[in-house]
């Protein structure tokens, strides 16, 4: 188990490395980043609600990811240790300790929280976890950010709560 949470580390670290070398360390602030240290950390104390609130952030928000790459952003290639191996390792560590019940609101709260420590800590410009304001290009779709926000927090938890029950399912 321990060797997968070194894993799991390494792959934000290396990631993390490369935005702070390109001056944009608040992209490290990222929840599909920090899912991998999440991951990390349930792995090295063997807990699964850590290991599974990543894991359901990484269900919410590798879909956006890949909506985002699809739509012209930036593919930086050390971001596919947090978003696909970082994957693959909470998957493992949840099938050796089990998908923990009610981990969905769990992930819908910690989220709140990351959304919060994102605004208090990185720069309005870099719009971190979309923590300021509407992901650009949808301003049109979505005029109202605290609309917007809802919506994407209600979308997050429905997506964790239907993720929880399909891990549960598959990893049994």
């Given at each position: 188990?321990?060797?997968?949470?070194?894993?799991?580390?390494?792959?934000?670290?290396?990631h993390?490395?490369?935005?702070?070398?390109?001056?944009?360390?608040?992209?490290?602030?990222?929840?599909?980043?920090?899912?991998?240290?999440?991951?990390?950390?349930?792995?090295?104390?063997?807990?699964?609600?850590?290991?599974?609130?990543?894991?359901?952030?990484?269900?919410?928000?590798?879909?956006?990811?890949?909506?985002?790459?699809?739509?012209?952003?930036?593919?930086?290639?050390?971001?596919?240790?947090t978003?696909?191996?970082?994957?693959?390792?909470?998957?493992?560590?949840?099938?050796?300790?089990?998908?923990?019940?009610?981990?969905?609101?769990?992930?819908?709260?910690?989220?709140?929280?990351?959304?919060?420590?994102?605004?208090?800590?990185?720069?309005?410009?870099?719009?971190v976890?979309?923590?300021?304001?509407?992901?650009?290009?949808?301003?049109?779709?979505?005029?109202?950010?605290?609309?917007y926000?809802?919506?994407?927090?209600?979308?997050?938890?429905?997506t964790?709560?239907?993720?929880?029950?399909?891990?549960?399912?598959?990893?049994?």
């Amino acid at each position: 188990m321990r060797w997968l949470g070194v894993a799991a580390l390494a792959c934000y670290a290396i990631h993390a490395g490369l935005h702070l070398y390109r001056g944009r360390f608040a992209d490290a602030l990222w929840g599909c980043h920090v899912a991998s240290l999440l991951i990390a950390a349930g792995a090295f104390s063997e807990l699964a609600t850590p290991v599974a609130i990543g894991v359901l952030w990484l269900c919410f928000g590798n879909p956006i990811w890949i909506l985002d790459l699809a739509t012209g952003g930036e593919l930086l290639p050390t971001s596919l240790f947090t978003h696909v191996v970082g994957f693959v390792i909470g998957i493992l560590v949840l099938k050796r300790l089990g998908v923990p019940r009610h981990a969905w609101w769990k992930a819908t709260l910690a989220f709140l929280g990351l959304l919060g420590l994102t605004r208090l800590l990185t720069p309005r410009a870099a719009n971190v976890n979309l923590a300021f304001a509407v992901a650009s290009g949808w301003e049109k779709t979505f005029p109202s950010y605290p609309l917007y926000m809802l919506l994407m927090v209600s979308a997050g938890a429905i997506t964790f709560f239907a993720a929880e029950f399909g891990l549960r399912k598959v990893l049994a």
